[in-house]
């Protein structure tokens, strides 16, 4: 069976666009400087990254929120383009959450978890779980999203050079040819119009 990636949503969020925050920022925490649209944001937009992972790679993968100060009683759980996203309930850690599907999803060959929380990382380490940073997967996230772009690259320039129009692709005396047929199918289209 294929391998699973679950990854815990908001910490990758938090230690990944950390790196990326203005340095004009006096704060360390940046959940200090977000806002919730900003969240939203940066949710669908890890949610975006992650398909296309999954896409390429073909592993199984399930993101995991934490929604422990929400006032969710039940957890709750979405399919967004192909990822299995989870909200914790309300008092429940996204971690787990994610040591929950660590032992309850033994037909994958390979699992990793990613995390940045060393306890987490200590906590499912087992036999064919293995540990990812955020550092260590965004940049293979990062990787894959420019592999991807150089054939979207590619594959453009392969359509532009099969949608050639014609005047591209035959010499001058073979488009004065066909442009003097032309011309003649148009003077004998209007001659049969005006017999008409």
Request: hydrophobic content about 30%; overall charge positive; charged content about 35%.
């Amino acid at each position: 069976m294929k391998d699973l990636y679950i990854v815990d949503g908001y910490n990758f969020i938090f230690n990944y666009y950390k790196a990326k925050k203005p340095k004009n920022f006096r704060t360390k925490k940046i959940s200090n400087y977000i806002t919730n649209d900003d969240l939203n944001y940066l949710r669908e937009k890890l949610v975006r990254d992650l398909t296309q992972y999954k896409n390429y790679t073909g592993c199984s993968l399930i993101v995991v929120f934490d929604a422990k100060k929400s006032a969710n009683l039940e957890q709750n759980k979405q399919k967004i383009d192909s990822i299995e996203v989870i909200y914790s309930k309300s008092g429940q850690t996204a971690d787990s959450v994610v040591e929950k599907l660590v032992y309850g999803n033994e037909k994958f060959e390979r699992i990793f978890v990613v995390t940045s929380d060393y306890m987490q990382q200590k906590v499912v380490f087992r036999q064919n779980v293995y540990r990812k940073s955020i550092r260590e997967f965004s940049i293979e996230l990062d990787v894959l999203k420019k592999k991807i772009r150089e054939k979207l690259k590619i594959y453009k320039q392969d359509v532009k050079k099969s949608f050639y129009l014609i005047e591209k692709r035959v010499d001058k005396k073979t488009r004065d040819r066909l442009e003097a047929v032309r011309k003649m199918k148009a003077q004998h289209g209007k001659y049969e119009q005006e017999r008409n």
